[in-house]
């Protein structure tokens, strides 16, 4: 499986900061009316929250010998009772925050019916969330930044609840579907460690669902049952599975699934005007259709399978380079057994319907021919000079930061293909001379276990006694293809300090374990 190296968009990471800043509060569902509350009940409420969260430590502190409309962060309402609880640092009763109010322990389940809005964002909070039964009035609720764990409740008591933040804390298990959340329009879940599938959500009222730096498994949901979403985010979960169309999602501007393990193709969006950002950057698509979407759109496919197939005819789409770099082609490396005398030729998996490509192709490292739209080379009259490893380095003017890289094609003669067919990789197989020096003679690495690695037995035993000690592998044609000084028996057959495996064959092994010592011998890997 290719190892792929993830990109960290800095941007993406921080647009749920961003969002609110033009946002005003969520106002009440019902229209106001005079509300009979009893304040006594309420300020008992606060002072039990002040007490089990350690309020003798706060940063500002209450004085609870005054009335508590005088108390730092709390907002009454027309009647009388609390109507916003805003301890995040800026006790203005806003999205605005400033680090926190040092409060910490554990959350009760406030009595406070009457209360719209509550603020603790940047705290010390641990252990579970309540499921907050006495707060049906609740329009927000953000609890973000904390240290708190646990299941997500479902919330089944806050139906008029608007906004739900719960990001950056420790949160784990699965989503819960909200199914009772009709008003629910924000929902923040990232960087905690929730698990399992992803719920199709039926919120008619969803417009903002971001859950990214997760641990998600399965199938992205189609979100048929959200018409009104507008954002969504995914990025840096283990999703798989092919990406929807989302035709039916009419207002969706935002799709950030970075870093997951999605795959197959990626759809033209025809139709959806709204679209304005789409980040597929790091999964393992293979094919990309030609966006029919907002011709303002930005698109990031960077480290997928793509190629200029795929890529040029969206060009317009990449606003700066880093957008589409770093593609990998889906081949297995092949070995080739060729009679003498015969022609061969290699037709690259890639870009059968672009003139426009140029592929530089190599034999051994060194520079073989240049050619201009065209995926095939021909190598006639194959004889023992023609022996060796052709690769290809595919490019596009129009796309000129991007270098495709294609597999290895090791062409051996089938005499040289046959005797390597008859070496057999036996298990813990040593090769023992009178010095004691031990070292694989094959190595078979498919993650069972047994002969994964190249082992020299004086590097296991006494690691100390070599530190200077260094290890080089060559083909049967002399090329390098792995040297590593200080070697700890961690070779596992890939290509240089890259994670390309090597094909089926056999290679030349070079062991100096010190000024004086030095051995060489056949080496078979077996896949």
């Known amino acids: 499986m290719i190892t792929k190296k993830r990109n960290i968009f800095f941007l ?95 959350l009760p389940d406030l009595n406070l019916p009457y209360l719209e809005h509550l603020f603790l964002r940047g705290n010390k909070l641990s252990g579970s969330i309540p499921n907050f039964t006495k707060l049906q009035n609740l329009l927000t609720l953000q609890l973000s930044c904390n240290k708190l764990s646990g299941a997500i409740p479902d919330f089944d008591h806050l139906e008029k609840l608007v906004s739900l933040e719960l990001d950056y804390n420790r949160l784990s298990g699965t989503i819960p579907t909200l199914r009772k959340l009709n008003n629910l329009q924000s929902f923040f879940i990232d960087y905690n460690q929730l698990s399992g599938k992803l719920p199709n959500f039926k919120l008619p009222s969803l417009r903002l669902f971001f859950c990214r730096f997760n641990q998600l498994e399965g199938a992205i949901p189609n979100f048929k049952h959200t018409p009104e979403l507008q954002k969504i985010a995914l990025q840096a979960n283990k999703l798989e599975g092919e990406l929807p169309a989302f035709t039916h999602l009419k207002k969706l501007n935002f799709i950030n699934l970075a870093q997951n393990s999605l795959e197959g193709n990626i759809p033209s969006f025809k139709g959806m005007s709204t679209l304005k950002t789409i980040n597929l950057s790091d999964n393992y698509f293979t094919h990309c259709d030609q966006m029919k979407t907002n011709e303002n759109l930005s698109l990031v ?27 990998t082609l889906l081949s297995n490396d092949t070995l080739l057994s060729i009679t003498t005398g015969e022609d061969v030729l290699v037709h690259l998996p890639v870009d059968d319907h672009i003139a426009t490509n140029t592929y530089t192709w190599y034999k051994d490292d060194v520079l073989l021919e240049k050619i201009k739209g065209d995926n095939m080379l021909l190598i006639e009259n194959f004889n023992d000079s023609k022996e060796g490893v052709y690769y290809c380095h595919i490019t596009n003017t129009e796309l000129g930061k991007l270098t495709i890289h294609s597999p290895l094609y090791i062409m051996q003669s089938a005499e040289v293909v046959e005797e390597i067919e008859a ?11 009178k010095d004691k020096f031990f070292v694989s003679g094959g190595i078979s690495p498919n993650g069972d276990g047994a002969n994964d690695y190249f082992v020299v037995s004086a590097l296991e035993k006494n690691p100390d006694l070599y530190p200077d000690n260094e290890v080089a592998i060559f ?53």
């Open 12 to 106: 993406f990471s921080l647009l749920p900061l961003f969002f609110f800043n033009s946002f005003s509060l969520p106002k009440a569902i019902t229209p106001s009316k005079t509300l009979q509350c009893n304040r006594h009940l309420d300020s008992l409420a606060l002072v039990e929250f002040y007490q089990k969260t350690n309020g003798d430590k706060w940063k500002a502190k209450w004085d609870l010998k005054k009335p508590m409309n005088t108390w730092f962060g709390v907002v009454m309402n027309d009647g009388g009772c609390v109507k916003c609880l805003d301890l995040d640092g800026d006790p203005n009763c806003s999205w605005k925050k400033n680090g926190g109010n040092n409060i910490e322990g554990l």
């Open 301 to 327: 496919v960077t480290g997928n399978q793509l190629s200029f197939e795929d890529l040029v005819y969206n060009k317009q789409y990449f606003s700066k380079d880093e957008n589409y770099i770093n593609q």
């Open 423 to 433: 070496l057999e990789v036996v298990e813990h197989q040593m090769l023992k001379d």
């Open 475 to 527: 083909s049967q044609q002399g090329q390098l293809v792995y040297r590593k000084k200080g070697y700890c028996n961690s070779w596992s057959g890939t290509y240089m300090n890259t994670n390309r495996p090597l094909p089926f064959g056999i290679y030349v092994w070079v062991v100096q374990l010190d000024a004086r010592t030095t051995k060489t011998g056949m080496l078979v890997i077996k896949r």
